[in-house]
């Protein structure tokens, strides 16, 4: 009998489950895929080993080797025993029979990805002649970026002068990035908080640097900032020679979004990169989930892979994100978001519903808020949209007339077109696109409207009722994709078309019931305490005494 039978072999996106059982003893097994040719190991991080022998791998394809893809090579699904003998895994009949057919299953035995002619990745299972060991055919390939300067020059004479201009702009400041963090010593203390989408300190980030200040470490650490409004715009070549400089000689960087500049460096080992991402949960599909679809990143690419630390609200946006990245899971902490220690602060409660009604008088006088924040359109900032013909300010003005409620709406940040509120209907809208947090515009919200944005998360926090305006649902899964089905993530209900927004409106039905689930998935902490959980990991708690 064979000690290790494979049962389930699959592909889910770029991740192959393997499901099986182990017949002997489960304590101080390891699993790990060996080359056939050259004996190399790659131990297998996430797995799950039951007492009755059940076991489960999720091995992510683009990240599997040093955080690179699985190179080409046969390799063999392989456990080591706590003797140090090596097991071989070995298919069931039924697998057997798929495999050796060469035919599609349920199970989706082989993953194909072919992006050019010179950048492909292609995973076939197969078995061994000889004793029908199972193993993972593997052919990767990417056109290498070259090193050769004068090479490189010669190459970019082909393409067009505005990206050869980034091309050496890019040569340039990983230059000076080199001689910066060469010849300025590190002191163990400087603090950098970065963002390529914020003009100012805000969001995670701020939460971080006054929770820092309040519990006294700013006698300890000196601290730097550098921000631009979005990412389209252009830092100064004096601020860019300045952020290079910040970026090569600071110990600790903080960051809350894509950032490009940030991956173009080889930083020094002790330098903490903290990725306080934005956005909570595992909705849309991001980065290496998309690879089949336009706008995807490529193979090798060293966007994400620099970061150290990456603090998420749970388990479950571990896997979602270390995916997405193409990272180690091990770099996520599933410790909680900074920013949404506000849900759980009466006084900041208080204080931003006070703000909000004097810089929004309309709805002191309405009896119910209804915040509509809907997601961008298109594949990233540079061309994102959103068609503004589905707002018809006529229909739902009525509405909101008639119940004597007023709509805030919150367009992204990457949607710069400006909304064209008819006068008649002026006193019914608010258009609050150009106030930064959304977070705050919950407290004073008694419905949210929303199609596919992460914004969901924080109002579940409040326990509020939201509806799902999804008029472009099918379109945007074909697009941008979902985590898991769309219908098994949103915690409410879900209207295609404007009668059935309005309908859902007036009857109340929200769906709210699917909301403490929501919550309980999606966060492992509901405490207000996650901004002192993120120093603590990044710095130590010795300063809680101060």
């Given at each position: 009998m064979k000690e290790i039978l494979l049962k389930y072999i699959g592909f889910c996106r770029t991740v192959l489950k393997i499901e099986?059982?182990?017949?002997?003893?489960?304590d101080r097994i390891q699993f790990y895929l060996k080359n056939r040719s050259s004996d190399k190991k790659i131990p297998v991080k996430e797995y799950k080993l039951e007492e009755h022998g059940q076991f489960i791998l999720r091995i992510p394809m683009m990240a599997v080797d040093q955080e690179s893809p699985l190179k080409t090579g046969d390799w063999l699904i392989m456990a080591e025993k706590k003797d140090g003998s090596e097991l071989p895994a070995y298919v069931t009949d039924e697998l057997y029979d798929t495999i050796q057919q060469y035919t599609e299953s349920e199970a989706s035995l082989n993953y194909i990805l072919d992006r050019t002619d010179t950048d492909y990745f292609r995973a076939f299972s197969r078995l061994q002649k000889n004793d029908f060991a199972y193993y993972l055919h593997v052919e990767y390939h990417v056109r290498e970026r070259e090193h050769n300067i004068f090479r490189i020059w010669i190459e970019n004479l082909?393409?067009?002068?505005?990206?050869?201009?980034?091309?050496?702009?890019?040569?340039?400041?990983?230059?000076?990035f080199k001689i910066f963090n060469r010849i300025i010593p590190k002191t163990g203390n400087k603090v950098l908080f970065t963002s390529s989408s914020r003009k100012t300190l805000s969001g995670n980030e701020e939460f971080v640097y006054n929770r820092m200040i309040e519990r006294g470490m700013g006698e300890d650490f000196r601290f730097r900032f550098n921000f631009k409004e979005n990412i389209k715009s252009h830092r100064s070549f004096k601020d860019k020679v300045l952020f290079t400089y910040y970026l090569a000689t600071s110990d600790y960087i903080f960051l809350d979004d894509y950032q490009?500049?940030?991956?173009?460096?080889?930083?020094?080992?002790?330098?903490?990169?903290?990725?306080?991402?934005?956005?909570?949960?595992?909705?849309?599909?991001?980065?290496?989930?998309?690879?089949?679809?336009?706008?995807?990143?490529?193979?090798?690419?060293?966007?994400?892979?620099?970061?150290?630390?990456?603090?998420?609200?749970?388990?479950?946006?571990?896997?979602?994100?270390?995916?997405?990245?193409?990272?180690?899971?091990?770099?996520?902490?599933?410790?909680?978001?900074p920013r949404t220690d506000i849900f759980f602060d009466d006084s900041y409660r208080k204080k931003v519903t006070e703000k909000l009604r004097d810089l929004f008088p309309q709805i002191k006088q309405s009896r119910k808020v209804l915040l509509y924040a809907p997601t961008f359109r298109g594949e990233n900032a540079r061309n994102a949209y959103f068609p503004m013909q589905v707002l018809h300010f006529r229909v739902i003005g009525e509405y909101l007339k008639e119940n004597n409620a007023v709509m805030i709406i919150k367009m992204h940040p990457f949607v710069r077109e400006k909304l064209d509120i008819p006068e008649r209907y002026?006193?019914?809208?608010?258009?609050?696109?150009?106030?930064?947090?959304?977070?705050?515009?919950?407290?004073?919200?008694?419905?949210?409207?929303?199609?596919?944005?992460?914004?969901?998360?924080?109002?579940?926090?409040?326990?509020?009722?939201?509806?799902?305006?999804?008029?472009?649902?099918?379109?945007?899964?074909?697009?941008?994709?979902?985590?898991?089905?769309?219908?098994?993530?949103?915690?409410?209900?879900?209207?295609?078309?404007?009668?059935?927004?309005?309908?859902?409106?007036?009857?109340?039905?929200?769906?709210?019931?699917?909301?403490?689930?929501?919550?309980?998935?999606?966060?492992?902490?509901?405490?207000?305490?996650?901004?002192?959980?993120?120093?603590?990991?990044?710095?130590?708690?010795?300063?809680?005494?101060?």
């Open positions: 099986g059982e182990y017949s002997g003893e489960t082909k393409i067009r002068h505005r990206e050869r201009i980034h091309f050496i702009r890019v040569l340039l400041f990983e230059s000076f490009p500049e940030i991956y173009h460096n080889v930083y020094d080992p002790a330098v903490k990169i903290v990725q306080l991402w934005h956005a909570c949960g595992a909705f849309k599909t991001l980065g290496f989930e998309r690879l089949e679809q336009k706008g995807a990143p490529p193979f090798n690419t060293k966007v994400h892979k620099c970061y150290t630390h990456i603090p998420v609200s749970s388990e479950h946006s571990v896997r979602h994100h270390a995916e997405a990245f193409a990272i180690d899971a091990d770099k996520f902490y599933p410790i909680g978001i002026r006193e019914c809208f608010i258009d609050a696109s150009d106030y930064r947090e959304v977070n705050d515009l919950l407290f004073i919200t008694d419905v949210l409207i929303t199609d596919y944005s992460s914004v969901i998360y924080e109002m579940s926090l409040l326990h509020k009722p939201m509806l799902f305006y999804a008029f472009d649902l099918k379109q945007y899964e074909a697009e941008r994709g979902f985590y898991e089905p769309y219908k098994d993530i949103v915690p409410g209900k879900i209207v295609k078309t404007l009668p059935a927004l309005i309908e859902a409106l007036k009857q109340e039905d929200f769906e709210k019931e699917k909301l403490q689930g929501f919550v309980d998935k999606n966060f492992k902490y509901t405490d207000g305490k996650s901004t002192d959980r993120v120093i603590d990991l990044i710095f130590g708690d010795r300063y809680h005494d101060r």
